[in-house]
């Protein structure tokens, strides 16, 4: 399944945002579900998984800062509430179903003054 990611943007140091990671008719609720997030000439790095049951794990430059949920409601879509961004937050942000190949096109998020 390719998903499709939004929500990026422009934001300052501090600043929030949300991304979504959602595709139509997808059971949220039953996969494993990463976040991935690349800059230009470096390699694609995780920094957070929701598994079934809701349970989530993060990479330590995030844990803290982000928070990784399902959509409870429609069972639509996976949501990564970003807080306190920081400049090294900078990247394009993606997230995939564990053990896929798909990739979607990314959201670009950057932060910066």
């Known amino acids: 399944v390719t998903f499709v990611e939004s929500g990026g943007g422009l934001v300052r140091p501090g600043e929030s945002l949300r991304l979504s990671c959602a595709a139509p008719g997808f059971a949220f609720s039953e996969a494993i579900i990463s976040w991935y997030r690349q800059v230009p000439g470096q390699a694609r790095q995780w920094f957070a998984t929701i598994i079934p049951g809701g349970d989530t794990r993060y990479t330590d430059s995030v844990k803290g800062r982000f928070t990784l949920y399902r959509d409870v409601v429609t069972n639509a879509a996976v949501y990564l509430q970003m807080d306190n961004l920081k400049p090294e937050d900078t990247s394009v942000y993606y997230c995939?179903?564990?053990?896929?190949?798909?990739w979607g096109e990314g959201t670009q998020v950057t932060v910066s003054l």
């Open positions: 995939q179903e564990y053990d896929s190949a798909a």
